[in-house]
Nanobody
Framework: QVELVQSGGGLVQPGGSLRLSCAAS????????LGWERQAPEKQREVVAR???????NYADSVEGRCTTSRNNAENTLYLQMNNLNSEGAALYLC??????????????WGEGSQVTVSS
């Protein structure tokens, strides 16, 4: 099990930016695929972004162009930069560490969640 600790959520005005961080403790996450999911009230949980061990990223269509995920393996940390946030970006964001074998993802650890609120 990979222990992940999140930080960086909070209140942001529409059009604003926010960066979430997800730090691993006790495990070298360099070989894991890392990702972000979000859960908004009355909406399906959504995979927002992933970044594999080679640094290749992919994003949900809903956040393409607004979000950038990156990783710093030396710091054992994952980031999610969110720009031009609107009400659709308001959600609980969870980071995760996964293995991927044969195209099948297996979650090995989750962060505790970071609440993002978008309001003026």
């Amino acid at each position: 099990q990979v222990e992940l600790v999140q930080s960086g959520g909070g209140l942001v005005q529409p059009g604003g930016s926010l960066r979430l961080s997800c730090a691993a403790s006790g495990t070298d996450i360099s070989m894991y695929t890392l990702g972000w999911e979000r859960q908004a009230p009355e909406k399906q949980r959504e995979v927002v972004a992933r970044i594999n061990d080679g640094g290749i990223t992919n994003y949900a269509d809903s956040v393409e162009g607004r979000c950038t995920t990156s990783r710093n393996n030396a710091e054992n940390t994952l980031y999610l930069q969110m720009n031009n946030l609107n009400s659709e970006g308001a959600a609980l964001y969870l980071c995760k560490a996964e293995t991927c074998v044969g195209g099948v993802f297996d979650a090995r650890g989750w962060g505790e969640g970071s609440q993002v609120t978008v309001s003026s």
